[in-house]
Nanobody, 116 residues
Framework: VQVVESGGGVVQPGGSLKLSCRTY????????MSWHRQAPGKGREFVAS???????NYADSVQGRFFISRDNAANTIYLQMNKLKPQDTAVYFC???????????WGQGTQVTVSS
């Protein structure tokens, strides 16, 4: 079982990045998939997720700028990040939690740096 994020990098304020999270060993359809981030010196915080009915949830700080999507056939979710701000700088993590059993898997994270 593996969760692997990719797509991080350095971008200027106002720019965009698209993160990917690919899972191996399980199907994402059975899991609540979400994105979280951890900035230097801070705790890990929620960014975005899918609801059990197929909707989406976003943290207030990213609402309207970030968009979560998924490709069940590819066992991959994405995070499109637009209008990036320096305060979006963080390591971004993908999390998978089984809807019924609660078993949870985290990826290793991908660094996003927003700087001019």
């Amino acid at each position: 079982v593996q969760v692997v994020e990719s797509g991080g990098g350095v971008v200027q304020p106002g720019g965009s990045l698209k993160l990917s999270c690919r899972t191996y060993g399980f199907t994402i359809a059975a899991y609540e998939m979400s994105w979280h981030r951890q900035a230097p010196g801070k705790g890990r915080e929620f960014v975005a997720s899918f609801t059990s009915t197929g909707g989406t949830n976003y943290a207030d700080s990213v609402q309207g700028r970030f968009f979560i999507s998924r490709d069940n056939a590819a066992n991959t979710i994405y995070l499109q990040m637009n209008k990036l701000k320096p305060q979006d700088t963080a390591v971004y993590f993908c999390k998978a939690t089984h809807w019924e059993y609660g078993s949870t898997y985290w990826g290793q994270g991908t660094q996003v740096t927003v700087s001019s």
